[in-house]
Nanobody, 121 residues
Framework: VQLQASGGGLVQPGGSLRLSCAAS????????IGWFRQAPGKEREGVSC????????YYADSVKGRFTISRDNAKNTMYLQMNSLKPEDTAVYYC???????????????WGQGTLVTVSS
């Protein structure tokens, strides 16, 4: 089982990035999936998740209205579109299958390796 995250990089405040997470060895369509992030010196936190039953989406308050999670089951890939990025969004972002659809308490099952997003001018 492997989740391969990509798409991170350096972006200026106000810019956009799209993270991808390609799965192999498991079928994402069978799982609730989500994104976490861990900023330097801080604990890892849930960012967003999407249901495998009806594609309902959920977001942390800090990213609501700016980030969009999606999935493409045909490609076995999930995405996180990040717009209006802020310096406080700087973190390593991880994709994962998740245990629940509650942002504050969801836990990862299978994890990707993380991709670094740096928002700075």
């Amino acid at each position: 089982v492997q989740l391969q995250a990509s798409g991170g990089g350096l972006v200026q405040p106000g810019g956009s990035l799209r993270l991808s997470c390609a799965a192999s060895g498991l079928t994402l369509a069978y799982y609730n999936i989500g994104w976490f992030r861990q900023a330097p010196g801080k604990e890892r936190e849930g960012v967003s998740c999407i249901s495998n039953s009806d594609d309902s989406t959920y977001y942390a308050d800090s990213v609501k209205g700016r980030f969009t999670i999606s999935r493409d089951n045909a490609k076995n890939t999930m995405y996180l579109q990040m717009n209006s990025l802020k310096p406080e969004d700087t973190a390593v972002y991880y994709c994962a299958t998740v245990s629940s659809l509650r942002i504050t308490t969801m836990r990862g099952g299978y994890w990707g390796q993380g991709t670094l997003v740096t928002v700075s001018s």
